[in-house]
């Protein structure tokens, strides 16, 4: 099954933020074992970054993006998404409307 991730799930999983890091890192730990495929963009990626840059540091924060790079697929952001989004009157939020 596959499985989108936003910013607000990489950020509780990289900053160990509770009550919700539990969740989130089993939601991630998912895709180690091939329970799921999990994507997110590169967009979330960069918000998770910001974030997490500002609580720690931003050599590990970027430590911490890499390594969840290496379980986490990154969605294709194309040029038919972004006027998709733009063109749907369901989508009032525009970074969720690509992402969808």
């Given at each position: 099954?596959?499985?989108?991730?936003?910013?607000?799930?990489?950020?509780?999983?990289?900053?160990?933020?509770?009550?919700?890091?539990?969740?989130?890192?089993?939601?991630?730990?998912?895709?180690?074992?091939?329970?799921?495929?999990?994507?997110?963009?590169?967009?979330?990626?960069?918000?998770?970054?910001?974030?997490?840059?500002?609580?720690?540091?931003?050599?590990?924060?970027?430590?911490?993006?890499?390594?969840?790079?290496?379980?986490?697929?990154?969605?294709?952001?194309?040029?038919?998404?972004?006027?998709?989004?733009?063109?749907?009157?369901?989508v009032n939020d525009f970074e969720d409307g690509m992402e969808y």
């Amino acid at each position: 099954m596959k499985v989108f991730v936003d910013a607000n799930i990489l950020l509780s999983a990289l900053n160990k933020e509770y009550p919700t890091f539990t969740q989130t890192s089993q939601i991630i730990s998912m895709n180690e074992s091939n329970r799921l495929q999990i994507f997110t963009s590169p967009v979330c990626r960069a918000i998770a970054f910001y974030f997490a840059k500002k609580k720690s540091k931003a050599t590990l924060a970027k430590k911490k993006i890499a390594l969840l790079s290496q379980n986490i697929s990154i969605a294709a952001a194309t040029p038919s998404s972004v006027a998709s989004a733009l063109a749907n009157p369901r989508v009032n939020d525009f970074e969720d409307g690509m992402e969808y």
